[in-house]
């Protein structure tokens, strides 16, 4: 079992930057591929950024959505078995619950799909215009 725990959510304006953040506890989390999903009212959960599980300490290979390329970016921290998400020059259209989530994948990929094992409890973004 993982458990983890997303933060770092708020209210930004247009413009503006965030840092998301999810805390695994349970197992390696070092073993799992972790996604960053997002679901604005009315529409359905998307991809937003993934990495894969660890090459070294806290490197993998990393994807991102077509509208978030340039602007945000996915780490991992393998001491504080966290990973970021760290959203630059955030647009209103980013506005929506981000879900954090992990799958146990051997291979060095991010899988995009919504098929991930375990889910964070999501947390708001919101950006003013």
């Known amino acids: 079992q993982v458990q983890l725990v997303e933060s770092g959510g708020g209210l930004v304006p247009a413009g503006g930057s965030l840092t998301l953040s999810c805390a695994a506890s349970?197992?390696?989390?070092?073993?799992?591929?972790v996604g960053w999903f997002r679901q604005a009212p009315g529409k359905e959960r998307e991809f937003v950024a993934g990495i894969s599980r660890s090459v070294s300490r806290s490197g993998g290979r990393f994807a991102y959505a077509d509208s978030v390329k340039g602007r945000f970016t996915i780490s991992r921290d393998g001491d504080a078995n966290t990973v970021h998400l760290y959203m630059n020059t955030l647009k209103p259209e980013d506005t929506a619950v981000y879900y954090c989530a992990a799958k146990l994948w051997s291979w060095i990929t991010v899988p995009t799909g919504a098929d991930y094992d375990y889910w964070g409890q999501g947390t708001q973004v919101t950006v003013s215009s």
């Open positions: 349970g197992r390696t989390f070092s073993d799992y591929a």
